[in-house]
């Protein structure tokens, strides 16, 4: 079965600082993985995706995450925070196949003090 | 630019009050879902249509049904709103070759 762990609920950073928001996997194959942001009122926005490509892969807005197979982990970071990026991000794994289905993280809430 | 759009943007509804969500998208995607998202939580599927194949999640309410009478129009019906349906309700799309899903701006609901 797949899931997904996200390490921390609320992460708090000053603006200029880098950003490292944590989540680890269980998949019996290859997943595909995702990270979303979520800005409030909003729908959720596509950041970045692995899908057996590069393990370093580089998303919108200067976020970028690395896909490790021995630590079963898919880290979001950025090198300097921006005001901009207080939201909240999920994690999410896809099952593949036809219907595409994801497996959600339960949240980050990223919060950025000036 | 395609894209998947919600209207409304926000539904005020009366407790037990019929009531309708619309999703529509420009992306001609095959896969359509809804899901319900409640305050800090996560987005929890409720339903999806493979073309027009409905398949609904196992835990999902009797209360929540869905339409999708053409590719690029999705319903999402609540026949008696509950106070505890209040929430974020997300529609997305995703085609048979993609991994990803394509989320419109949610409708927001509130039960009086």
């Known amino acids: 079965a797949q899931s997904v762990t996200q390490l921390d609920s609320h992460v708090s950073v000053s603006e200029g600082t880098p950003v490292l928001l944590r989540c680890n996997y269980s998949?019996?194959?290859?997943?595909?993985l995702f990270w979303y942001v979520q800005h409030p009122n909003k729908g959720l926005q596509l950041l970045l995706k692995y899908t057996s490509a590069a393990t370093l892969v580089k998303g919108i807005n200067g976020f970028e995450a690395e896909f490790k197979k021995s630590e079963t982990s898919f880290h979001l970071t950025k090198p300097s925070a921006h005001m901009s990026d207080a939201a909240e991000y999920f994690c999410v794994v896809s099952y593949g196949g036809a219907t595409n289905k994801l497996i959600f993280g339960t949240g980050t809430l990223l919060a950025v003090q000036p | 630019d395609a894209m998947v759009i919600q209207n409304p943007r926000y539904q005020v509804t009366q407790f037990g009050k019929p009531v309708t969500l619309s999703c529509s998208q420009t992306l001609n995607h095959n896969v359509m879902y809804w899901y319900q998202q409640k305050s800090s939580q996560a987005p929890k599927l409720l339903f999806h249509y493979y073309d027009k194949d409905f398949n609904n999640e196992a835990d999902t309410p009797d209360n929540f049904q869905s339409r999708r009478p053409n590719t690029s129009f999705c319903f999402l019906d609540i026949r008696s709103p509950g106070l505890g349906d209040a929430a974020m309700y997300l529609c997305a799309t995703s085609r048979k070759s993609m991994n990803e899903q394509f989320f419109g701006p949610g409708t927001r609901l509130t039960v009086l």
């Open positions: 998949s019996s194959y290859s997943p595909s």
